[in-house]
C-alpha cells in the first residue's frame, strides 16, 4: 500500500469569512476534511485511494494523509489504516468532518468496514458538513464540486479524472497483483494529486465561504 504525507502553507482563515454551520462558526482545528477515491461494481468493491486534511494551525499548514492501494490484499489493509486515522482522530480532538456529496463515500466505507468486521461509526463520532447539501441549502440550487470551485477561483494543478476512468485503474489493480508495476509513476502521483486536491479544496472553501455567500 502507498502511504503519503504531504503539508501545505495555507493563509489562515478570517473569522468574518468561515462557512457557518447552524448559525455557527466551526472550529477548523477540529475538522477532518475527507474524501475518497472507490471502486463500485452493483456493490462497493474496494477505496482505491483514502484521502483526510487536518488544519494545523500553529503551522498554518494542512496536513494530509493518503493510503492508496497497490493489489488486492490491500484492499482490507486501507481499511485498517483509515479505521485507525479516524480514531487517531477523535482521541485528538477532531469533531467535524467536511466533504462534498459525502453520502456515497460513506455508504462505501461503511459497507466495506462491516465487511471486514471493523467496528468504527465515523458518523457517530463526527458531525458532518456536506458542502453540496450547504451550497443548496442556502442558494436554492444544486452545483458540482468543479463548479463551486470555480465561485471560489480555485485553479487545480492536477488534471480532472473521470470517476469511471478511476473505477477501470482500481478494477485492474485488484484483478492483478502486478498492475501496480506497470504503471506508470506519473499516474499514480496524478491520482494522488487529484485525490489531495479535493480534500485541499474543502477546507479552502469552508475558509472562504461568507466571502463567496453573504446570506
Known amino acids: 500500500m502507498i502511504e503519503r504525507h504531504n503539508s501545505i502553507c495555507v493563509s489562515r482563515p ?3 469569512e468561515i462557512l457557518k454551520v447552524n448559525g455557527n462558526i466551526f472550529d477548523f482545528k477540529d475538522a477532518l476534511f475527507f474524501d475518497l477515491e472507490h471502486y463500485i461494481y452493483r456493490k462497493p468493491i474496494c477505496i482505491g485511494v483514502f484521502g483526510c486534511c487536518i488544519y494545523n494551525c500553529n503551522k498554518g499548514e494542512l496536513e494530509v494523509t493518503q493510503y492508496m492501494i ?5 484492499s482490507n489493509l486501507i481499511l485498517k489504516f483509515a479505521e485507525d486515522y479516524f480514531i487517531n482522530m477523535w482521541n485528538r480532538g477532531k469533531r ?5 456529496s459525502g453520502n456515497n463515500d460513506f455508504t462505501v466505507i461503511n459497507y466495506l468496514f462491516k465487511k471486514y468486521d471493523l467496528k468504527f461509526d465515523i458518523l457517530e463520532h463526527f458531525f458532518h458538513i456536506d458542502l453540496q447539501k450547504q451550497y443548496e441549502k442556502e442558494n436554492n440550487t444544486s452545483i458540482g464540486l468543479k463548479n463551486l470551485e470555480k465561485e471560489f477561483d480555485i485553479i487545480r494543478e492536477s488534471e480532472v479524472i473521470s470517476g469511471s476512468n478511476l473505477a477501470k485503474t482500481f478494477s485492474k489493480i485488484m484483478k ?4 501496480i508495476n506497470r504503471m506508470p509513476k506519473d499516474k499514480i502521483k496524478k491520482i494522488l494529486l487529484y485525490n489531495e486536491q479535493d480534500v485541499v479544496s474543502l477546507f479552502y472553501m469552508c475558509a472562504k465561504w461568507k466571502s463567496v455567500f453573504f446570506n
Do not use: A, R
Open 176 to 179: 492483478d497483483s502486478k498492475y
Open 14 to 16: 478570517k473569522f468574518e
Open 96 to 100: 467535524y468532518i467536511v466533504t462534498f
Open 70 to 74: 497497490e493489489n488486492k490484499d490491500d
